[in-house]
């Protein structure tokens, strides 16, 4: 598959987004390089994720779409299937893999895991062993994980607002 296949694909992707939004999510691709998206999760309603805002990072190659992105997350994490450096352990970004799954259905799927992980296959042991064993402080440490994602889009909107008063 060639780079500009990939590029074609991302641009159908890209259309659907913006056509039909689903809800909670939100992906762009960089201005100047569609390969690589910066994207937002939003934690589901009625869950303990509810709230928080997740930024992710969206890495094409050329192989994609017969090949998945590289999907990480920016914004701090305290998940079983997260690793500390943001990978995310989640089977169609690897063996599950499959050519149908597009941008769309790649951070539904994530959003998803957020209050459905899957425990048994864990990137991070400290959050897996939590979620099993003491929910009560599993559930605190997310929702500090929530209220440091505010906080951090309040940081990254008071830094805009001086940078306009700056110029």
Not at 47 to 56: A, D, H, K, N, V
Not at 87 to 99: A, E, F, G, R, T
Not at 110 to 116: F, G, K, P, S, T
């Amino acid at each position: 598959m060639s780079e500009a296949n990939a590029r074609k694909r991302l641009l159908i992707d890209l259309k659907k987004l913006s056509q039909s939004p689903p809800e909670g999510i939100s992906a762009c691709p960089d201005e100047d390089d569609i390969m690589k998206w910066t994207c937002v999760i939003f934690g589901p309603d009625d869950t303990i994720w509810e709230s928080g805002i997740f930024q992710l990072s969206m890495t094409f190659t050329e192989e994609y779409p017969i090949k998945p992105p590289k999907v990480v997350f920016i914004s701090k994490m305290f998940h079983p299937n997260v690793y500390p450096n943001g990978n995310i352990c989640l089977d169609i970004l690897s063996s599950q893999w499959s050519p149908t799954y597009d941008v769309i259905a790649i951070l539904s799927s994530i959003q998803l895991l957020l209050n459905e992980p899957n425990p048994s296959s864990p990137a991070n042991g400290e959050a897996a062993e939590l979620f099993v064993r003491n929910k009560r402080e599993y559930n605190r440490r997310v929702r500090e994980i929530v209220d440091e994602s505010l906080k951090a889009v309040e940081d990254e909107d008071d830094n805009e607002e001086e940078e306009e008063e700056a110029e």
